[in-house]
């Protein structure tokens, strides 16, 4: 399995199930990588959205793509806290340029006291049926919600604020020495 180098800064391309582009980031900096996922942070970086609409990272966003996992964690530092907003997704997987994965809807939203609220059921639902996600994936993907706020309540990697910290305090001295 190919895989990014640290330090190295890579695309991130997340598509739909029918094969569209869903959202872009334009860069993330390599931060972690080992045979489970890779950590990387996007900071002031351009997001392209579906529709053309493009915004700009302001805050550190430190960013769990896993090879197995069908789900991802955006870990948001922000002057509250770290939140958290995790992607259903199918396991990522990395070309030597862009890490991709496909994109299945159901999002999960988790506060720095580590409650937390589902969201977006109603579009997987639609887009269950639009775009036919067989039983499988639906079955899959709803399972690794249910394991996902497992590991949020037992308050396991990604949902450590410390770890948070440490790797943007990695990112801070992998950028002063390029």
């Known amino acids: 399995m190919m895989k990014p180098k640290v330090g190295e800064v890579i695309y991130i391309q997340s598509y739909k199930h029918d094969g569209s582009l869903h ?3 334009s860069s993330g900096t390599v ?4 045979d489970d996922r890779i950590v990387l942070i996007t900071y002031k970086t351009w997001v392209i959205e579906a529709d053309g609409r493009r915004w700009f990272t302001r805050e550190p966003a430190i960013c769990f793509y896993y090879f197995k996992r069908w789900y991802n964690v955006i870990s948001m530092i922000r002057s509250r806290g770290v939140y958290y907003y995790c992607n259903l997704a199918s396991p990522s997987v990395y070309d030597g340029e862009s890490l991709k994965n496909i994109d299945y809807d159901l999002d999960l939203k988790v506060f720095p006291d580590h409650n937390y609220q ?3 059921r109603d579009e997987f639902t639609l887009h269950s049926k639009l775009m036919n996600y067989s039983p499988l994936i639906i079955d899959t993907v709803e399972k690794e ?3 996902l706020i497992e590991v949020v309540k037992s308050n396991f990697s990604p949902f450590k604020e ?3 910290y440490e790797y943007f305090n990695r990112y801070l001295y992998i950028h002063e020495h390029k």
């Open 23 to 25: 959202r872009t980031w």
């Open 118 to 120: 589902v969201l977006d």
């Open 162 to 164: 410390k770890e948070i």
């Open 31 to 34: 931060l972690d990588v080992d």
């Open 145 to 147: 919600m249910t394991r």
